[in-house]
């Protein structure tokens, strides 16, 4: 319990935790039934809402998931989203369209934990190592560092699962389910076939989350600057909620792009057992590595948009300081002040 201890120290003096720009719109007595920022219980249930929002999320878009893996593996049968239903309902039926969905939910609530609630864990981290002042000035960096830290561990978790899943989706022949798959993929190639997408994996996955968490946080403070008529302090949960999904899906359009091309190597090397990432990128070149790029901005500005708004209601729901974008310090602006520069 001693680390646990040593971060709840820090978050009292974190940047991101002041009260006096603290996201609730209830009164201080009310926010004084809001788990403490940087507890073990606030970790706890960041990491819950991470499950849900990955799980959930990732989960319901199995079907589109499928047709833009065959799209990267296949191009020449499965032409665009639209063929790529038909050609594979016709020739396997609707129930096909839910393949891999097993591997996907636990793959991806496990990743999720990862992903935010590591988040959230390093950003108070390197928050108290900058100092407020630095860490307001640097933030869009600090943001950059602390989600691809948190990727690094949440990828770890995903990558078994995410073989299995795109084993199922698009080698002919694979076990169509979870219990029959993962034995398979064990007895033929051992521990190295579920961890052998890691590397592209952390290079699709990696920028993708750094995307992820760097826009969606400037986008919100774009947004309550620019675009929202009135304060985040006087807006009810609910249009907070709405601030949170634009965001989400502005930065899942970004995420799509960015990681893309990894995503098709990832979709290549677990599709073909003998593969390596430098083979599927000589043989795709720079134009087939774009292959699935709209179903995948689709997918990905959706995904990215509710998994934000699950995220951010499990924390409302549960009663988690949510605190608005960081304001300058007073500290920093009498400097700027001072230097005339402000």
């Given amino acids: 319990m001693g680390i646990v201890n040593q971060l709840s120290e820090i978050s009292k ?20 039934d809001e788990v403490e920022f940087g507890s073990l219980k606030y970790y706890a249930l960041c990491g819950f809402g991470g499950i849900l929002s990955c799980g959930i999320t990732h989960t319901a878009i199995v079907p589109l998931d499928l047709v833009k893996c065959r799209i990267q593996v296949n191009p020449e049968k ?34 999720g934990l990862g992903k935010f609630g590591f988040y959230e864990l390093f950003k108070i981290l390197y928050a108290d190592l900058l100092g407020e002042e630095l860490a307001y000035a ?5 943001y950059l560092a602390a989600s691809a830290s948190a990727e690094f561990f949440a990828d770890i978790l995903l990558a078994p699962m995410e073989a299995t899943k795109v084993r199922i989706q698009t080698k002919p022949g694979a076990p169509p389910t979870l219990r029959g798959c993962a034995p398979m993929i064990w007895q033929t190639e051992g521990i190295s076939g579920f961890y052998k997408g890691l590397p592209p994996l952390w290079m699709r996955q990696i920028p993708y989350t750094m995307m992820k968490f760097a826009c969606f946080e400037k986008t919100v403070e774009f947004l309550y600057k620019n675009v929202v ?16 999904f634009v965001a989400g899906y502005i930065a899942g359009v970004f995420c799509a792009i960015v990681s893309h091309p990894a995503d098709t190597v990832v979709s290549k090397l677990n599709q073909d057992a ?22 995948r901005i689709i997918m990905i500005g959706t995904l990215t948009a ?37």
């Fill in 229 to 244: 008529p009135k304060p985040r302090a006087e807006c009810s949960k609910s249009e907070q909620l709405l601030v949170t």
């Fill in 274 to 295: 003998g593969a390596s990432a430098i083979g599927i990128l000589k043989k795709l070149g720079p134009v087939g590595v774009w292959k699935g790029l709209v179903p």
């Fill in 78 to 111: 499965y032409r665009g989203i639209v063929t790529g239903f038909k050609t594979t309902v016709s020739e396997e039926g609707f129930r096909a369209l839910a393949k891999g969905w097993a591997p996907t939910a636990i793959g991806y609530s496990a990743q």
């Fill in 138 to 142: 640097w933030r869009t960096t600090l």
């Fill in 306 to 342: 509710l998994q934000w708004f699950i995220y951010d209601s499990v924390k409302v729901a549960f009663k988690l300081p949510r605190p608005p974008p960081p304001e300058m310090p007073e500290s920093l602006k009498r400097k700027l002040q001072e230097a005339g520069k402000l």
């Fill in 13 to 32: 003096s974190n940047p991101f935790s002041s009260p006096v720009r603290s996201a609730s719109c209830a009164s201080n007595a009310a926010a004084s």
